[in-house]
């Protein structure tokens, strides 16, 4: 009986000893409750987009083909070569002419040479200005008419997949930034120059082509690369930003925290107007004016003992008696 009365007092005087220790504690530790740190509202630019990926393809994509099946004689273009329109890309014997070559080389250069200059080639010619993004011949090679040759591109584009979702935030003329997952460090700026009518359907999302021309091609941008695209869809100067998570929402307002005027060791709520927000900012459009001072929670967390107050749970070496 002793020992269990011995036992219920014990838990009583623990009890205690954990209940006045918490209550010095959390009123030592008050003042972290209330602490706050001040950021000002400022100007700045500020652009809501739309993120998605892409591939980077040809504008208008060609392929070469002949015009008689035979044998490739020559060669005058490689790839990544830009050509002008009505250039000779290569010279190709018909089946008839080289039949006839060869078999006049077996009668001496001579033979040959007269058959070379009454029996001309046939020359392989680009329809249009371009780039050769495609060579898939060589000389000595026999083709057919139905065979690619070449393929020709008037200039290369970024084609965009935009979601159902953000497809009506899109217009064409709109900025662009495009990056590359082989070389993320170049960026390139472009503008939606076509949205296409019809959709299709990916992982069960309706999905819009978007082509966004870059303003420049750099030499290292390639047919088939994949891309990572911003497309701006709306964008202001000299807009009051303040962090975004400065502003919050309570009983259905939107407000910011401030400092009480008639007593600053005091916070109030003050509702406000916003705007566009990216993921560092957003744009107060009424509510707040130029450096106003607004005030963020302070999440960081303070290990008890490092300003007033300490544990006395915690063992401590070289306790003073």
Known sequence: MGSRKALVW?????LLVLGTAGFYYFRNNKSAKQSFEEVRASRGTISSTVSTTGAVEPQTRVKIQSSVGGRIEEILVEEGQLVKKGEVLAMLSSTERAALLDAAKLQGKSEQGYWQKVYKET??????????????????KT???????????DRLLVKAYVDETDIGRVKVGQKALIGLDA????????????????????????IYNVDVLPERIPDVFRSGMSANIEIIVEEKNNALLLPAAAVQSRNGKTVVLQHRRSKPEEVRYKSVKTGLQDAAHIEILEGLTDNAV?????????????KGGSNPFMPQRNRTR
Do not use: W
């Open 10 to 14: 014990g838990v009583l005087f623990a």
């Open 183 to 206: 070389y993320p460090e170049i960026k390139v700026n472009g503008v939606v120059g076509h949205i296409y009518y019809e959709s299709h359907l990916q992982n069960n999302v309706n």
């Open 143 to 153: 083709v057919t008419t139905s065979d690619s040759l070449f393929v020709l591109s």
């Open 123 to 140: 020359a392989v010619v680009a329809p249009m200005a371009g780039q050769v993004i495609v060579r898939s011949v060589d000389p000595g």
């Open 294 to 306: 607004v005030l963020l929670p302070d999440t960081s967390f303070v290990l008890p003992g490092k």
